[in-house]
């Protein structure tokens, strides 16, 4: 059980198979099946409690499966966007922490490239603020500015446009329909895709495109 590295399906980057999670006794989901593909944008939706965020966790390696395995490309790039936005940060002010992963790659340009997501989602004025010191939206921009900055095949958004205010919201959507990436995003409104993963108690449902 957890993830396993490479699979048979080129055209397929992520695969979860007979998937299940619990929490102590409790189930949370089970027998979960599906592909991503290269370049997919999937909604994963379900109620409060239906294992959205776990779900999120496992596939990115936070959190380990109690049943069935995640088969995943053993070099693939992920971006990961938290529920809560102050569990993204890592550097002290908005700047730092937007460009932190970009450094960590040796990205020259760093400063440069987070400055252009920070203008690209009008919070540039923020870029020397404190963190800790940001309205919930503002913090929830800043975390998806530092995942959005890069580019990743998947990335994994939990809840991308809680305490976001329509603009941004609208801002965003063009950001993510101009990215290569495959995207998994939960989310309970916002976006429209003919794909769904939507979560139930003890099962999942799955809608492919129609």
Same mark, same amino acid.
């Given at each position: 059980?957890?993830?396993?590295?490479?699979?048979?399906?080129?055209?397929?980057? &992520?695969?979860?198979?007979? /998937?299940?999670?619990?929490?102590?006794?409790?189930?949370?989901?089970?027998? #979960? %099946?599906?592909?991503?593909?290269?370049?997919?944008?999937? #909604? /994963?939706?379900?109620? %409060?409690?239906?294992?959205?965020?776990? #779900?999120?966790?496992?596939?990115?390696?936070?959190?380990?499966? @109690?049943?069935?395995?995640?088969?995943?490309?053993?070099?693939?790039?992920?971006?990961? &966007?938290?529920?809560? @936005?102050?569990?993204?940060?890592?550097?002290?002010?908005? #700047?730092?922490?937007?460009?932190?992963?970009?450094?960590?790659?040796?990205?020259?340009?760093?400063?440069?490239?987070?400055?252009?997501? &920070?203008?690209?989602?009008?919070?540039?004025?923020?870029?020397?603020? @404190?963190?800790?010191?940001?309205?919930?939206?503002?913090?929830?921009?800043?975390?998806?500015?530092?995942?959005?900055? &890069?580019?990743?095949?998947?990335?994994?958004?939990?809840?991308?446009? %809680?305490?976001?205010?329509? /603009?941004?919201?609208?801002?965003?959507?063009?950001?993510?329909?101009?990215? %290569?990436?495959?995207?998994?995003?939960?989310?309970?409104?916002?976006?429209?895709?003919?794909?769904?993963?939507?979560?139930?108690?003890?099962?999942? /449902?799955?809608?492919?495109?129609?």
């Amino acid at each position: 059980m957890g993830v396993s590295f490479g699979n048979d399906c080129e055209c397929c980057m &992520l695969k979860a198979k007979d /998937l299940g999670y619990c929490i102590e006794d409790k189930i949370i989901f089970e027998n #979960l %099946n599906f592909e991503i593909s290269w370049g997919e944008r999937v #909604l /994963l939706k379900g109620k %409060n409690g239906s294992g959205k965020s776990s #779900l999120l966790g496992i596939l990115q390696g936070f959190l380990k499966p @109690s049943f069935g395995v995640v088969e995943r490309e053993r070099e693939l790039r992920v971006g990961y &966007l938290f529920q809560e @936005s102050e569990d993204q940060f890592i550097a002290p002010s908005v #700047l730092e922490d937007v460009a932190f992963s970009l450094l960590a790659k040796g990205e020259e340009r760093a400063e440069m490239r987070a400055r252009e997501m &920070l203008e690209r989602l009008e919070i540039s004025h923020l870029s020397e603020k @404190s963190l800790y010191h940001l309205s919930g939206g503002e913090q929830r921009l800043v975390a998806l500015a530092g995942v959005l900055v &890069l580019e990743c095949d998947l990335y994994l958004l939990d809840e991308p446009f %809680n305490e976001i205010d329509s /603009l941004r919201q609208e801002i965003i959507k063009s950001i993510i329909q101009e990215k %290569n990436g495959a995207f998994l995003i939960a989310t309970h409104g916002g976006l429209e895709w003919e794909r769904e993963i939507i979560l139930h108690s003890h099962t999942q /449902l799955h809608s492919d495109s129609l």
